[in-house]
């Protein structure tokens, strides 16, 4: 009888660290919150593309995340370990990291073609009932991109220009 339980227990156990490894990739990897309906429109062959978006880079309605932000905290993409090991920004840093996903000049309208997985870092912004309201996947060693939920046209196609890459990294380097 004792071996059953045993056997129970280990079970569930395994289960259980499946599950949340499951959820963990899910949680971090997915775009399933990803609305590109505003992203479609401005690929609207009115002007070029570019255009478009630039035309947008003022609309209050592109401002990252779109929300009043509470919190932000920064996530190595490391699997599981990185909710053991996040870290939350001040409002200094909060207000500097906003003005950096707002700012154009911080990146550049050239074509990325990297996938989620390869991002080193997990931006999640969250609003006063800790409820997630923003996310960016951030990859700079090979890639120097973002990709982010919500779209914003500031942010063109998520390609970091050379200032943004600096301008980034001395955040980062500050926690």
Do not use: H
């Not at 309906?37 to 609309?59: D, G, H, M, S, V």
């Not at 973002?146 to 600096?166: D, N, Q, R, T, Y």
Request: with cysteine.
């Amino acid at each position: 009888m004792k071996f059953i339980k045993t056997l129970l227990i280990v079970f569930a156990l395994c289960l259980g660290s499946v599950y949340l490894v499951y959820w963990d990739i899910g949680d971090r990897l997915l775009l399933d919150k990803l609305d590109k309906t505003e992203q479609i429109k401005l690929a609207k062959p009115r002007n070029t593309i570019e255009e478009n978006y630039k035309k947008e880079f003022n609309n209050p309605k592109f401002d990252f995340p779109g929300k009043e932000i509470s919190k932000i905290k920064i996530y190595k993409n490391t699997p599981v370990i990185s909710r053991f090991t996040a870290e939350t920004l001040d409002k200094k840093q909060q207000e500097e990291i906003i003005q950096f996903f707002n700012n154009p000049e911080n990146f550049s309208f050239e074509k990325t073609s990297w996938k989620i997985p390869d991002a080193e870092y997990i931006i999640r912004f969250f609003d006063k009932n800790k409820e997630e309201i923003g996310k960016v996947w951030l990859c700079l060693n090979d890639c120097e991109a973002v990709k982010s939920i919500p779209f914003s046209a500031k942010m063109k196609f998520g390609s970091l220009s050379e200032i943004g890459k600096k301008k980034i990294i001395s955040i980062l380097e500050q926690n």
